[in-house]
Every structure is written in structure tokens, then in C-alpha cells.
């Protein structure tokens, strides 16, 4: 590989972290408010880690090279690295002292807007480090819908690489609009974010927990300030709120933008989204029934917390408002599968994603019509759009790479000396980006700080190969990448 890529990308991720040096910035500012000794440590590694990000860009500056399809992967791969130990560093030394497994795995899990977490006690951890891993959170997303807006299309391994606005092709020309893009979408990021601390600090949260909280719903991160997550406030109309916002932000961003900028309000009938809120809507339902009928929770009740739960779920955010999984085994199940589904592209939720399911189901159905008559010429269509071949063989590609390192990751946890439940459970939220699991030891009224060092390890890997689309990472192991 041309050297020049190496310098270009060190030099990329050193200005990267610069900024991150400069939001530790924030969090020092919070602890010297509330009068936290810990505003040194956030201050300290600030200047250090903006330091030595100042002398990595001085040394590697250079000439940016043509943006070729390689200095993507290289890109998007070595950000999300040096986002994720730069937002270690702080971790290690503020608050609780995590150790460097766990310090890592609660930076990716907000880099990466996962929101599984080993700390416990965040009732009362300083308030400099609660900012922190929210601030980190909401980073993750606005890096997360740039990269499926802009990268991952062009790069052909995720995205809605034949999703057309304006009348212009963003997959072939990723930056072309860049500028009107990003006013854009900064602008309905922010300004979702401003009105979701608006409205759960009039439902009742403190000023501190609403913003907090509004990081990590915006960003679909799960991140709470409190170990009871939401059922530390024990109130629907906040349920109803973040239920709201979850929904909201598990819709494409490139859509939202058309809706607010433009008004059009047909660009809400795409496909993903209709199939995303018709299966929130028919689990929400099927579990607030079945928790009516079963446990003798009254309705309103037992609706309210199954589509705040299975929002929260199916945008993989991870917030609870409780422990859902002892509501009874259909409810375990359907969140188990729920783990898997994911929001729309080009929105901060993980999973596999609806529009992937779209196309799959398309292209079973045109299977089973060719059995009949064999001749016939069908194409795979998404609306009114024709799916290329191209895309077609990446969603299959992207299944299977997805079923393969569920079960591989799977099958290590269990070496690892976890249960059946424990390790399927893990992999799976940990390559949706989801949080909680399924099971007494991670699901949603515990955490992972009783997972050994390897484990905390191998999920951290699964957390960005999940948020980086899978593809995006193992075509680094191919050996014709690194041919020059």
C-alpha cells in the first residue's frame, strides 16, 4: 500500500483527536462546577492527549491524496480506533479507576453508541465522567450518521448506496454536496437534541439528567446517569418522551433532512420505514397484550413500558425502564430477535437494519415466482427503485458475515466459561450495538462488570465490526488490501 495513505490517514486521526482532546475540555468544567476534584484528571488528559495529537499532525502533515476506495476502509477504520483509546484515557484515571479492558470496552460502547456498561454505582460517580461517556455517546452518533450518509455508500459495504435525493446519486458522488449536508444535517442533529432536553426536563429529569439523557437518545447510546436506568424516574410521560425521540432517530437522517429543509412529506413513505415502525408497532403491541393477559398489569401500564422497551430495543439504544425479561418467555424471545432488527440506514441505530430486510424479502419472493416460471425476467425493487446486483450480493454477504461472527463470538464467550444464554446473548448486543442482552447477568437489570478481561476484549472487536457494518473491518484482513 502507497505510503502516502498511511501518512494521510495518521494525519486524519491525529486532528481527530485533537477535537476529542478539546471536548475533554467539557466534562473538566462540568466537575469544577459541581466542585469534583476530578476536573484535574479530565484537564490533564486533555492537554496530554491534545499534545501529542498536535505533534502526530505537525509530523504527519501532508498533501491529501485522491479519495480512492482503500483510504476509506483505512480511514473509517483507523478513526474509530484512536477515537476509542483517546476516549479510554480519562476513564482509566477519573471516577472509579476502571482498569484498561474495561476502560476501552466503555469507550467503544459509547464511540460506538452501544451503551453496555461495567460501571456500577452511577448514582453516585462524579459528574465530569457521567458528561463524559454521554458526550462520547453523542460524538459517536454524529461520526455514525456521517459515515453511513457519505462513506459507507461509497465504499458499497453498507448504506443506502442507491437511495437518491435531490436527483443526485450520493453513492457515486459522496461528497459532492458535502457542505449543503452537513449545515443540514448538524442542524436537525443539534436541534433534535436541544428539544429532546427541552421536553424531559419539563416531563420532570433534573437540568443534568435531561441533558445527559438527550445525548444518548439522540444518539441511540443508552447511557444512563442512574444504575435503574429510566426506572430511576418512575414516570410515563418521560417513557412516552424518550419512546418518542428513540423512534425519531432510528429514522434516516438523509430523510429527516428532506422532510424538515424541504417539507416533503412523501419521503416518509420510504420502505425501511414503514417495515421499521410496523415491527416496533407489532412487538410493542404483541408484548403489551400478552403482559396484560399474563401478569395482570393494566393496560395503559403494560403498553407504555412494551414500546418504550422495545423502542428502546429495535433503535438500540438500551435504556430500560425495567426488567422486561421477567415478564415471561414470549417477551424474552421477542426481545432476543429483536436485538437483531436495528433501524433504518443512515440513522444512529445499529442491528441488521430494516432495508437490508426489504430487499431480502424481495428477493425471496422473486425465488419462489421464478420456480414457477423460470423464464421470466424479474427485478429487485426497494419502492420504485431497481436494486442493483452489486447491492443484492453485499446484503447477502453482510448476513452471512453477520450469522458467521455471531456464532464464532458465540462459541469464544462460551470458551470464556459463559453460559449458552450469557454468551449468545452478549455477541449479538454487542454487533447490533444494542446494550443490554438477554439473561441475569447482562440483561437489563445488570451489567458487564463481571466479564473477564478476554470477554470485555473479544466484545469490544464485536462493537465496531457491528458499528462499521462488518465488511468495513474484515476487508482489512484480505491480503490483496495491503498489495500495492
Request: with cysteine; hydrophobic share 50%; glycine share 8%.
Given at each position: ?24 475540555l ?6 469544577l ?14 492537554f496530554m ?21 482503500r483510504?476509506?476502509?483505512l ?38 453508541t452501544?451503551?453496555?456498561?461495567v460501571i456500577?454505582g ?20 454524529i ?19 442507491f ?45 443534568f439528567?435531561a ?11 443508552g ?5 435503574a ?27 429527516l ?43 395503559d401500564?403494560?403498553l ?62 422473486i ?5 414457477i ?29 453477520y ?5 464464532v ?19 449479538i ?52 488490501f495491503?498489495?500495492?
Open positions: 500500500m502507497n505510503a502516502s495513505l498511511f501518512r494521510f490517514s495518521i494525519y486524519i486521526a491525529a486532528i481527530c483527536g485533537l477535537y476529542l482532546a478539546t471536548a475533554m467539557i466534562p473538566s468544567m462540568v466537575d462546577y459541581y466542585g469534583h476534584a476530578d476536573w484535574r484528571v479530565f484537564a490533564l488528559c486533555s492527549v491534545g499534545g501529542l495529537s498536535l505533534m502526530t499532525a505537525m509530523a504527519t502533515r501532508c498533501p491529501p491524496p485522491v479519495f480512492t476506495k483510504l476509506g476502509f480511514l473509517v477504520n483507523l478513526l474509530w480506533a484512536v477515537f476509542s483509546l483517546v476516549g479510554a484515557v480519562p476513564l482509566m484515571f477519573a471516577g472509579p479507576g476502571l482498569t484498561f479492558p474495561q476502560a476501552l470496552f466503555e469507550a467503544i460502547s459509547g464511540i460506538t452501544t451503551g453496555s456498561s456500577v452511577l448514582d453516585h460517580m462524579p459528574p465530569g465522567l457521567l458528561m463524559w461517556r454521554s458526550l462520547l455517546a453523542w460524538l459517536g452518533g461520526g455514525i450518521v456521517a459515515l453511513g450518509l457519505f462513506v459507507l455508500p461509497f465504499l458499497r459495504v453498507g448504506g443506502m448506496s437511495f437518491k435525493m435531490e436527483s443526485s446519486d450520493i453513492a457515486d458522488k459522496p461528497f459532492a454536496r458535502l457542505a449543503t449536508f452537513t449545515r443540514a444535517f448538524f442542524g436537525i442533529y443539534v436541534g433534535i437534541t436541544v428539544a429532546c432536553m427541552i421536553a424531559y426536563d419539563f416531563a420532570g429529569m433534573s437540568h439528567d441533558i445527559n439523557h438527550a445525548f444518548t437518545t439522540v444518539a441511540t447510546a447511557f444512563s446517569t442512574h444504575d436506568s429510566f426506572g430511576y424516574f418512575r414516570s410515563d410521560l418521560i417513557l412516552w418522551v424518550s419512546t418518542f425521540f428513540m423512534a425519531v432517530c432510528s429514522l434516516p437522517f438523509s430523510i433532512i428532506v422532510f424538515i429543509v424541504r417539507g416533503r412529506l412523501d419521503s416518509l413513505r420510504d420502505p425501511q420505514i414503514v417495515v421499521f415502525l410496523g415491527y416496533l408497532g407489532a412487538f410493542a403491541l404483541a408484548t403489551a397484550v400478552y403482559h396484560h393477559l399474563v401478569n395482570a398489569v393494566e393496560f401500564r403494560a407504555t413500558h412494551a414500546f418504550f422497551n422495545f423502542s428502546s430495543l429495535l433503535s438500540t439504544t438500551g435504556f430500560a425502564s425495567e426488567d422486561y425479561t421477567l415478564w415471561g418467555p414470549f417477551v424474552v424471545m421477542a426481545a432476543f430477535f429483536a436485538t437483531f432488527m436495528g433501524g433504518c440506514s443512515g440513522s444512529t441505530a445499529g442491528g441488521i437494519k430494516s432495508y437490508r430486510f426489504v430487499i431480502l424479502a424481495n428477493i425471496v419472493v425465488g419462489l415466482k421464478k420456480l416460471y423460470p423464464s421470466a425476467v424479474y427485478s429487485v425493487r426497494y419502492g420504485r427503485q431497481t436494486v442493483e446486483p452489486e447491492t443484492q450480493r453485499t446484503v447477502f454477504l453482510f448476513f452471512s458475515a450469522l458467521f461472527l455471531w456464532v463470538g458465540s462459541m469464544a464467550m462460551s470458551a470464556f466459561g459463559y453460559d449458552f444464554l450469557t454468551a449468545t446473548s452478549s455477541v448486543t454487542a454487533l447490533s450495538n444494542v446494550g443490554p442482552g438477554v439473561g441475569e447477568v447482562i440483561g437489563p437489570a445488570g451489567n458487564f462488570s463481571t466479564m473477564n478481561e478476554p470477554a470485555l476484549y473479544l466484545l469490544s472487536l464485536m462493537m465496531l465490526l457491528g458499528r462499521l457494518e462488518v465488511l468495513t473491518v474484515l476487508v482489512l484482513l484480505m491480503p490483496v495491503w498489495r500495492t
